[in-house]
């Protein structure tokens, strides 16, 4: 009896379910399995709590942010540009779009006739 109470109520071998079940779950809801359906979820209150925590826990991140946000095309592109996966038509228009050359170094246009004016080293 003092090592049910020691553990919350629960006996070792229980315990040890618990433990097995909770290791699993990760892999149970990878697995698209309903955890509910599990044959411990039936007989043990613990992890029936703790799975009714963790998707409130799920429920309230997923309300954080709205489904339907979704980053624009231009970043996309800027992405795509910096890993080299951007056409080289996609990779002008990115530089364009950012400041930078096609080597990626800032290049500032002076804004006097068709040339522009980079920085390269220090000022001396």
């Given at each position: 009896m003092t090592e049910s109470i020691m553990n919350g109520g629960q006996s070792?071998?229980?315990?040890?379910e618990c433990a097995a079940f909770q290791a699993s779950m990760a892999d149970l809801i990878g697995?698209?399995?309903?955890l509910h359906e599990q044959p411990h979820m039936a007989t043990c209150e613990r992890c029936r709590a703790l799975v009714l925590e963790l998707q409130a826990i799920?429920?309230?991140?997923?309300?954080?942010f709205p489904?339907?946000?979704?980053?624009d095309e231009e970043l996309w592109n800027?992405?795509?540009?910096?890993l080299?996966?951007?056409e080289p038509e996609e990779e002008a228009?990115?530089?364009?779009?950012?400041?930078?050359?096609a080597g990626g170094e800032l290049a500032l246009d002076?804004?006097?006739?068709?040339?522009?004016?980079?920085?390269?080293?220090?000022i001396a």
């Amino acid at each position: 009896m003092t090592e049910s109470i020691m553990n919350g109520g629960q006996s070792d071998r229980t315990n040890d379910e618990c433990a097995a079940f909770q290791a699993s779950m990760a892999d149970l809801i990878g697995d698209g399995e309903d955890l509910h359906e599990q044959p411990h979820m039936a007989t043990c209150e613990r992890c029936r709590a703790l799975v009714l925590e963790l998707q409130a826990i799920a429920d309230a991140a997923r309300d954080l942010f709205p489904p339907d946000l979704e980053p624009d095309e231009e970043l996309w592109n800027k992405i795509e540009s910096k890993l080299g996966l951007a056409e080289p038509e996609e990779e002008a228009e990115n530089a364009a779009l950012t400041g930078e050359d096609a080597g990626g170094e800032l290049a500032l246009d002076s804004g006097i006739g068709s040339g522009g004016l980079a920085l390269e080293g220090g000022i001396a």
